[in-house]
């Protein structure tokens, strides 16, 4: 199974959705950020209160709704695009006399395995673009129908991302130190059909490359310390902080890593 690493364009767009769902089904920070209300038991009450609560269990503590999440990381990917942000997917391709080798998953060609999502380095002296506030304008108001189209978030524990949004912030305020600023990988995720042949390795590289030949330091968080951190410190990054989002007893660790700039040989 061959695979090549390209950016990610609006028609590959519903295949990496696909992708980053798949990858991302047992990731700790996923299954923390969204609700479980098969746990919420309301005591008995009038009728019309308990129409209510209902209602705002409906648009706050649904399920996970595997569709308003696809939607909501369409409408981020186009975000991403429209801002040239570097975003690289994993692609299947084969050649025409490509055999089947026993063991081997066999995947349609164009399929895609792997997501590589980051964001460009912002300079501490660089204001907001106009194109830049123009498409954060155009993702809420997308975020905003979708929220009207499956009356909710679907089960996006809305406490707990601001939560996670005020710890990341605090983060990035002490950690951030460069005055370049840094590429931040949002997310790497490669489907389990191509784990352990090297793609979230490359899908690093398309951007830790182009970081070096600038000059520029790369930043991370990851929501598992194994064996990701391991993974990650082979490639050249630094564990310099773990952070915490907590609500109540119910915990989610991030492990926050920077990576230099290499000289070049």
Known sequence: MAIEIVPLAKSDIAGAVDCVQKAFADDPYFRWAFNDPSQVCPA????CIMIIFRLILTLRLAQF?????????AAHFEYG?????????????????????????QLTPGTVVGV???YSPQSVSAS???????????????QFLNN????GRGGLNISRYWIWKQVQNEAHEALWTDPHGYYFCNMVGVSSEARG????KRLMESVMEKADQEGVSCYLESSKGYPNVTIYEKMGFELVKEIECADGGDICKLYCMIRHPKAKS
């Open 116 to 118: 590589g999502w980051w």
């Open 81 to 105: 695009i429209n801002c040239n942000c570097p975003i690289s997917i994993a692609k299947v391709t084969h050649a025409v006399d490509d055999k089947k080798i026993d063991g081997e998953v």
């Open 128 to 142: 907001q673009t106009w194109s830049v506030w123009a498409q954060e304008c155009i993702l809420s108001f997308r």
């Open 148 to 151: 009207v189209r499956f009356l």
């Open 65 to 73: 709704n595997i569709q308003r999440n696809a939607a909501s990381l």
């Open 44 to 47: 008995l009450v009038p009728i």
């Open 197 to 200: 042949m090297g793609v979230g």
